[in-house]
């Protein structure tokens, strides 16, 4: 993209309107104003910046709250930057050491950000991932929600039905049925064995597998010591019933998500998904997360877009690395934890780094981030290059 831009617009958006700001390579304030967040307002400001050519207008990922107007200058064929709003907080207190704060001063120095960062505005322009993007972030948050109903349903269980939590996976698909139907071990016992044998064989007749059978599973609430109140079946039932729920969910999203990705990165996908150990899962949230390998320079600004470079301190002669900075993306820091995870457990070459930083004297998370870091540099090596995993290549 060739950075021959004259003017330079910042814009603040808040939830019903939006502050401009249009600035001249001078850094001079042009024009500035504000307006509403709806079609008018929209069509305003595209007026007012068909009046300054070459312009590049720069905002704040805020939210929601940017998409449609994001859309909107995109669809008119606006160069558009959309920028962390941690780096314009980091921006802001370099050029100014008041601490006001209003939207028409911010919309200023969101224009000044990209006039100062033009050389990587590669970094900041959006591509057509970012509503696969938030499909992403959607998957994610159901992932995390079903982490805590899980968690919340073994509390339950070791109150209500421990013997069961203790010799059994309660998260297979039969196990939660067996528990919605018979929440305590007082339904269970209630309840006559024919019963229990015909909800059994209904669900091997669905070709469920199920390890438990209804002989253990009244011998087991025959000597439980759990608590078979009332409520505690309507909270061990909830728990059930909301874990099905959101795996419902999070397959269809899944399904959804990985089809959005291979229809747009599939070369990208093949080349990630090469390395064995990394799923079509994690590749997918990598990609979602980074958009296209050709936004970053080197793998050093892919290490810090992840947030997983080393923070330095320095003053005077005093100079140190230490731990992450952990100032980029939360999303793709994880996953990337996730992939580098993954690779230990199926691939020999990772493993054996991991294994060579360990007998260094690393603790485990520090090795981790270190394979993390060492996967980050394999990984745009091969999209960069445009070629599979090779161990004889990519050597650890």
């Given at each position: 993209?060739?950075n021959?831009?004259?003017?330079?617009?910042?814009?603040?958006?808040?939830?019903?309107?939006?502050?401009?700001?249009?600035?001249?390579?001078?850094?001079?304030?042009?024009?500035?104003?504000?307006?509403?967040?709806?079609?008018?307002?929209?069509?305003?400001?595209?007026?007012?910046?068909?009046?300054?050519?070459?312009?590049?207008?720069?905002?704040?990922?805020?939210?929601s709250?940017?998409?449609?107007?994001?859309?909107?200058?995109?669809?008119?064929?606006h160069?558009v930057?959309?920028?962390?709003p941690?780096?314009?907080?980091?921006?802001?207190?370099?050029?100014?050491?008041?601490?006001?704060?209003?939207?028409?001063?911010d919309?200023?120095?969101?224009?000044?950000?990209?006039?100062?960062?033009?050389?990587?505005?590669n970094?900041?322009?959006p591509?057509?991932?970012?509503?696969?993007?938030?499909?992403?972030?959607?998957?994610?948050?159901?992932?995390?929600?079903?982490?805590?109903?899980?968690?919340?349903?073994?509390?339950?269980?070791?109150i209500v039905f421990?013997?069961?939590?203790?010799?059994?996976?309660?998260?297979?698909?039969?196990?939660?049925?067996i528990?919605?139907?018979?929440?305590?071990?007082?339904h269970?016992?209630?309840?006559p064995?024919?019963?229990?044998?015909?909800?059994?064989?209904?669900?091997?007749?669905?070709?469920?597998?199920?390890?438990?059978?209804?002989?253990?599973?009244?011998?087991?609430?025959?000597?439980?010591?759990?608590?078979?109140t009332?409520?505690?079946?309507?909270?061990i039932?909830?728990?059930?019933?909301?874990?099905?729920?959101?795996?419902n969910?999070?397959?269809?999203?899944?399904?959804?998500?990985i089809?959005?990705?291979?229809?747009?990165?599939?070369?990208?996908?093949?080349?990630?998904?090469?390395i064995?150990?990394?799923?079509d899962?994690?590749?997918?949230?990598?990609?979602?997360?980074?958009k296209?390998i050709?936004?970053?320079?080197?793998?050093?600004?892919?290490?810090?877009?992840?947030?997983?470079?080393?923070?330095?301190?320095?003053?005077?002669?005093?100079?140190?690395?230490?731990?992450?900075?952990?100032?980029?993306?939360?999303s793709?820091?994880?996953?990337?934890?996730?992939?580098?995870?993954?690779?230990?457990?199926?691939?020999?070459?990772?493993k054996?780094y991991?294994?060579?930083?360990?007998?260094?004297?690393?603790?485990?998370?520090?090795?981790?981030?270190?394979?993390?870091?060492?996967?980050?540099?394999i990984?745009?090596?091969?999209?960069?290059?445009?070629?599979?995993?090779?161990?004889?290549?990519?050597?650890?």
């Amino acid at each position: 993209m060739k950075n021959n831009f004259s003017f330079f617009v910042g814009i603040d958006i808040s939830k019903d309107k939006f502050n401009y700001c249009i600035i001249n390579e001078s850094m001079e304030t042009l024009k500035q104003g504000e307006t509403s967040m709806d079609y008018d307002g929209f069509q305003s400001f595209n007026d007012i910046i068909h009046q300054f050519k070459n312009s590049v207008i720069a905002l704040e990922s805020t939210g929601s709250y940017h998409l449609n107007l994001l859309s909107f200058l995109i669809s008119n064929n606006h160069t558009v930057a959309l920028i962390n709003p941690a780096l314009i907080k980091k921006f802001a207190q370099t050029i100014t050491l008041r601490k006001t704060k209003t939207d028409k001063i911010d919309a200023n120095i969101i224009a000044k950000f990209i006039f100062k960062n033009l050389e990587h505005i590669n970094y900041f322009v959006p591509t057509n991932m970012n509503d696969i993007t938030a499909l992403a972030r959607v998957r994610e948050n159901i992932s995390q929600q079903i982490a805590k109903v899980k968690t919340q349903l073994k509390q339950h269980l070791s109150i209500v039905f421990p013997e069961l939590l203790a010799q059994y996976n309660i998260f297979t698909d039969s196990i939660l049925s067996i528990l919605e139907e018979f929440p305590t071990p007082k339904h269970v016992l209630k309840a006559p064995k024919s019963k229990i044998i015909g909800f059994f064989n209904k669900l091997h007749s669905k070709g469920r597998r199920i390890s438990l059978t209804p002989e253990k599973l009244i011998e087991l609430a025959k000597n439980s010591i759990g608590l078979s109140t009332k409520n505690f079946a309507k909270i061990i039932k909830h728990d059930v019933q909301m874990l099905k729920f959101l795996q419902n969910q999070l397959d269809d999203i899944t399904d959804d998500f990985i089809d959005n990705i291979k229809n747009n990165k599939k070369d990208d996908m093949e080349i990630i998904s090469s390395i064995k150990g990394i799923s079509d899962i994690t590749s997918a949230h990598f990609m979602a997360e980074i958009k296209d390998i050709e936004r970053f320079e080197n793998h050093r600004k892919l290490s810090a877009y992840a947030g997983l470079d080393p923070a330095i301190k320095e003053s005077g002669k005093m100079y140190s690395r230490g731990r992450i900075s952990k100032k980029g993306s939360k999303s793709l820091r994880r996953y990337i934890y996730l992939m580098a995870s993954g690779v230990i457990r199926c691939n020999e070459h990772f493993k054996r780094y991991y294994d060579k930083k360990r007998a260094e004297g690393m603790p485990h998370r520090k090795a981790m981030i270190a394979l993390c870091n060492k996967l980050i540099r394999i990984l745009f090596a091969m999209l960069k290059n445009r070629e599979k995993f090779n161990p004889a290549l990519h050597y650890l």
